[in-house]
Each structure stands twice: as structure tokens, then as C-alpha cells.
């Protein structure tokens, strides 16, 4: 005996997601959307640049190779230590507490450290600096050396925070920097050319594509179901009204509406999420329009109507909840048409603005490096990212289409436990 797949107790909701799962290409596209989303949440706490914006610029490191590695001496900065939370960090970033310099060759001179800094050059031939040892290790805001001893090795601190005086052997100092303080640092992706990490610039230029998709589909969704289901439910002049407002916008090119309404309000990180937005909401109430029109004349409604249901409880209660299968999936395809149109604005320089990483902003500043084979990475990897993440919502869009479909017949039998 045999029995559908789907089976007649299953909610509609599970039925979707059956379909959804047997279609492969929209399970690759849902991963690669999970785990951007699992970087838009981390964040800094996975980049190995966690300072605002990943923007920590070491200038003599400037478009290295994918796997670069270079030793860094960590040098206290005289300020007070910047503390945050975990969740601080993760969303915001860190303050470096250390300065740090690059180092092709250090040696240790008495209560000093000579350090000759990269140049990459060969022969290297770095400006060789002299660092106190008390200066690399401790804060002298907060430490103030009373007594240099080079004789005995030995330094003597006044201490601020439990007004006393410490002596520190310099032996001890050179072991602390040594297994602590020098550091090696390798840049899986390379370096930019403002020798900023990019990698951690890939990471935290994540969260700028997907809060664009995000914040701007909302504000499509929003006006687009509003004024649709306004203009489909009530009909007459109301209907005429908006259908000519929509095709005013609609008749506008998507790229300059954008660039006009980015001028208004002004370049920025959300100022582009209300442009992008305000630009997506047409083709959501244009389906939302139709499907309602077609809906008002079903009995179920008229049913509401005959008891006496309030305009605002039918359209909020029964025609919204039967019209958003289509809706999802033109939210789907406007997430993706929005990661694209927030890279072509950051490209011609008014989408976010530095320090802010952004996917287009990189291909922007690196645009001409494209001819020179040591450095194409420098726009291939955000070219291709925004590429894949692109094709990763119109692929789930496609398969929520299918999912959605009233007509799909799944017909596999399977063999029944009775």
C-alpha cells in the first residue's frame, strides 16, 4: 500500500519546506546565506582585525600576497586600557591597546630594544629605532620611571595606582616581549593598498551587504504591502492615485532614483539603506495589487463583509496572510537587487563612506590594480563575493517559487508502515 509523501496532515508550511529541501541549488544558496549571517552576528570577534572598521593601516605592507607574514613588536600605548563586553566588540570593535611596528630585525641593548623596521626591500635596509624596554611593556602614564639602572639592568617604576615604587630587572623585560609582545601575524587574503588586513575588511564588509538587503526589503515590504493592498482592496480613486504614483517611480531608473535620493539625504552607511528602499517598494505593490484584487471578490470575503468586519481586520486577517507566498519570493529577488545597487553606489563613491568596509568601495579602490597579476586578488575576492552572495538569494528566491507553488504535485510514493 502506498501513500504521497506529503501527507494530508501536514501543515502547508512543511509541505514548502519538503519541496524546498529536495531542490539542491537553493540548499546551497540557503548555506551560504547562513553563514554569511553567522559573520553579520560575529563579527569582530572572528576577524583578526577587530579595531572599528578593520581599518588598522600599516602603509609599508601595502598589497601583499594571500599568506603574507610579518613579525609585529606590540608597544603599550600610554592610555588607559579600553575594556569592553564580548557583545561590545562583537558589533562595534576594539581600541587597539598596543601600537604595532613591523619588524624585519630586532636585537636588545641594555634597557633597550633596537628594532630595524620592515621596508620590503631588498636588502631591507629599515630605519633601525631605539624602544625603551619599560616604554614597550608597561604604560607610562601609569608607571613613570623614576631610575634607568643599564649598569645593574634594572629600571625603577613610581607607580600611580598603588603609590609605590617597583624595580624591574631588564632580563625579565626582554623575556615578556620576547614570548609576549612580539608577535607574528599572517594575512590569509594579503593587505590592501593602505596595508589594512583584507580578509578582516571581507569579513566586516558582510555586514554592510547584508544590512542593505535587510533594512531595504523592510522598507519595501513595508510600503509595498501598504499601498498595494490600499490600492487593490478600495479600488476607485485611491486605486488610480497610487497606480500613477507607481508608475512615476516606476518609470525612473532604479541606479539614478538611488543616486537622487542618496543626494538628498546625503552619502552615508544608513542613508543608503533608506534610498536602496525607497526605490524597491514599486514592484512589491504591484504584485501585492493584483493578487488582492483577485482576492476581494473571493466568497471568504465577502462572508467578512456581510458580518460586518472591519475594512482593516479583513485586509490585515485574511487577504495579506494569502497574498505573502509571492511576496517572499520578490523579497528574495529585492535582497539581492539591493546588494548589488549598495556596491554600485559604494563604487562610484556615495554609497558608504570610509573607513566603512564595503564590497564595492574595495573594487573601487583597487580597480586599477585589475591588469596587474600580483594584485588582482585585490578586486577578484570582492567581486566575486558580491557575485556569490547575489546568486545565493536568487537561488533561494527561485526555489521558494517552486516551494510556494500551489500547483507542485509531489507524486513519489513511498511505502506505507500500515
Do not use: C
Not at 76 to 93: T, Y
Not at 99 to 125: A, M, Q
Amino acid at each position: 500500500m502506498f501513500r504521497s509523501k506529503i501527507e494530508r496532515s501536514d501543515s502547508l508550511g512543511k509541505i514548502a519546506w519538503k519541496r524546498f529541501r529536495r531542490n539542491k541549488l537553493s540548499m546551497f544558496g540557503l548555506t551560504i546565506i547562513v553563514i554569511s549571517v553567522v559573520i553579520f552576528v560575529l563579527g569582530y570577534l572572528i576577524s583578526p582585525d577587530a579595531s572599528p572598521d578593520a581599518n588598522e593601516q600599516k602603509p609599508e605592507l601595502q598589497i601583499k600576497k594571500p599568506g603574507f607574514s610579518i613579525k609585529l613588536l606590540k608597544i603599550r600605548k600610554n592610555e588607559s586600557l579600553h575594556d569592553v563586553n564580548i557583545f561590545e566588540k562583537m558589533w562595534s570593535g576594539k581600541q587597539n591597546d598596543y601600537t604595532y611596528v613591523t619588524v624585519y630585525d630586532y636585537t636588545f641593548s641594555g634597557n633597550d630594544i633596537v628594532v630595524e623596521e620592515y621596508t620590503g626591500n631588498e636588502p631591507n635596509r629599515g630605519t633601525k629605532i631605539r624602544y625603551n624596554l619599560a616604554d614597550v611593556v608597561y604604560d607610562i602614564n601609569g608607571n613613570m620611571p623614576v631610575k634607568n639602572d643599564e649598569a645593574n639592568g634594572t629600571i625603577e617604576f613610581y607607580q600611580y595606582t598603588t603609590s609605590k615604587k617597583i624595580k624591574v630587572n631588564s632580563k625579565d623585560m626582554q623575556a615578556e616581549i620576547e614570548k609576549n609582545l612580539l608577535v607574528s601575524k599572517k594575512y590569509m587574503l594579503g593587505t590592501d593598498r593602505l596595508g589594512r588586513d583584507l580578509l578582516s575588511r571581507m569579513l566586516i564588509g558582510t555586514r554592510v551587504s547584508l544590512s542593505v538587503g535587510f533594512i531595504a526589503v523592510i522598507i519595501s515590504l513595508f510600503l509595498g504591502l501598504l499601498l498595494g493592498s490600499i490600492s487593490g482592496y478600495f479600488r476607485g480613486w485611491i486605486d488610480d492615485f497610487i497606480m500613477w504614483l507607481i508608475n512615476v517611480v516606476w518609470s525612473i531608473p532604479t541606479l539614478l532614483l538611488v543616486i537622487a535620493i542618496t543626494l538628498v539625504l546625503g552619502k552615508g552607511f544608513w542613508q543608503v539603506f533608506v534610498a536602496v528602499g525607497l526605490t524597491m517598494w514599486v514592484e512589491v505593490a504591484r504584485i501585492v495589487r493584483g493578487q488582492v484584487l483577485s482576492l476581494r471578490e473571493k466568497e471568504f470575503i465577502e462572508a467578512g463583509r456581510a458580518l460586518g468586519f472591519k475594512h482593516y481586520r479583513l485586509i490585515m486577517r485574511h487577504v495579506l496572510p494569502n497574498v505573502m507566498g509571492p511576496v517572499i519570493v520578490i523579497a528574495a529577488s529585492n535582497f539581492a537587487s539591493a546588494i548589488l545597487t549598495e556596491a554600485s553606489l559604494s563604487f562610484l563613491g556615495i554609497g558608504a563612506q570610509p573607513p566603512t568596509a564595503s564590497w564595492g568601495k574595495m573594487i573601487n579602490d583597487h580597480w586599477a590594480y585589475i591588469f596587474t597579476a600580483d594584485a588582482l586578488h585585490l578586486t577578484f575576492i570582492p567581486g566575486v563575493s558580491i557575485m556569490i552572495m547575489v546568486l545565493a538569494f536568487m537561488l533561494v528566491g527561485n526555489g521558494l517559487r517552486d516551494a510556494l507553488d500551489s500547483k507542485a504535485i509531489d507524486s513519489k510514493p513511498v511505502m506505507s508502515n500500515s
